[in-house]
């Protein structure tokens, strides 16, 4: 799925070029990447993007490997929930017993081998009816993310290398409390956003969740490749929840496994993130750019513009663009989708 937009990740991140088709982490995008991490599990002729048509040309371009085909365009932005019914739909017509991986195309992985063996190994209990999450173990009591906790092994589905769970639920953002107890327990996980399914469990399950936006999708799974299919897709995301997958159908899923996984997982959630991810000198910054430094430590500054220069400050973000310039603590980076907002309320939407 390519559809967001980024707004933690403004000024960089913009509507026309969101954050999965900027290089925020090596030479290569993040779309590029999570395309080119799959290989030789997933190949590209097998891959299935999710967008809209703004998005679309620019991901063609940088991942020409990609049949044109596996490009599934949404009408407007709906969420994950309806992103994710979307691509099952047109996988299913091509397939009707895929097993399904549904990921973001903005994660951050820095153990590509472990990832594969996980992902991989997903399959098993997917083909047995569950839908299979990859949590993350986490690294720290976050109240970013939501959870995911873990009941009784699988031992059926489980080996000596990955170890398959029952999920007992999704856990909203915690307080710093909860979070820390969480941690402290041992049964919970970051919630990844990353799904094993195949299309036919995940269909169904949006079959008795959601029924009406259900029935529209197989309207519009017989109007695929048909003069129709516009109409019919319009239909079906009018009637679609506005949800993350996770609210759709995975909170209330009838059989859902999870697989633990420690492999340097990030989701580029903030500028915070590449703090955590990226190379640090001697002070704890990361710099991207031309870059003076005097007495500054733990902060990020990145901009090709000009000389940035800095005295005296720490724990700060400097993300220096042509049109627009943020300055931020880094505590207070998940505020930076308020200034996208007052940009958007104000008229200014050109910025964003």
Not at 46 to 71: D, G, K, S, W
Request: glycine fraction near 8%; proline fraction near 6%; charge should be negative.
């Amino acid at each position: 799925m390519a559809g967001g937009s980024g707004t933690r990740l403004w000024p960089l991140s913009r509507t026309t070029v969101p954050k999965q088709a900027l290089a925020l982490t090596g030479d290569r995008t993040m779309f590029q990447t999570t395309v080119e991490r799959l290989h030789p599990l997933i190949l590209p002729a097998n891959v299935h993007v999710v967008t809209n048509a703004a998005m679309a040309p620019l991901f063609r371009e940088q991942m020409p490997a990609i049949p044109e085909r596996n490009y599934i365009i949404e009408p407007y932005a709906n969420d994950s929930g309806p992103a994710a019914a979307l691509g099952l739909t047109h996988i299913h017509q091509v397939d009707p017993e895929a097993v399904v991986a549904i990921l973001a195309a903005d994660h951050y992985i820095s153990d590509v081998a472990g990832f594969l063996a996980v992902l991989d190994w997903a399959q098993h209990p997917a083909k047995a009816g569950f839908i299979t999450t990859l949590g993350i173990q986490p690294t720290s009591p976050s109240t970013g993310f939501g959870y995911v906790e873990r009941g009784p092994k699988l031992d059926a589905f489980s080996s000596d290398a990955c170890s398959v769970f029952t999920a007992n639920g999704f856990r909203e953002k915690p307080s710093a409390d909860v979070a820390l107890a969480y941690v402290l327990g041992g049964a919970h996980f970051w919630n990844s956003g990353m799904f094993i399914v195949t299309t036919a469990t995940g269909l169904q399950e949006f079959a008795r969740q959601q029924p009406q936006f259900s029935a529209a999708l197989g309207r519009l799974q017989l109007a695929i490749d048909t003069p129709g299919y516009n109409e019919a897709l319009l239909e079906a995301w009018a009637c679609a929840p506005r949800k993350s997958l996770d609210f759709a159908i995975m909170e209330h899923a009838e059989k859902v496994a999870v697989i633990p996984m420690n492999v340097g997982w990030s989701d580029i959630g903030s500028w915070a993130s590449l703090l955590d991810i990226l190379d640090a000198d001697d002070h704890g910054n990361v710099i991207l750019g031309d870059h003076i430094a005097i007495d500054t430590r733990d902060s990020l500054v990145l901009g090709h513009q000009r000389v940035i220069a800095t005295i005296g400050v720490t724990d700060l973000i400097v993300v220096d663009t042509p049109d627009a310039l943020l300055i931020c603590a880094r505590d207070r980076v998940q505020d930076v989708k308020q200034v996208v907002e007052k940009l958007k309320a104000s008229g200014r939407s050109h910025i964003v």
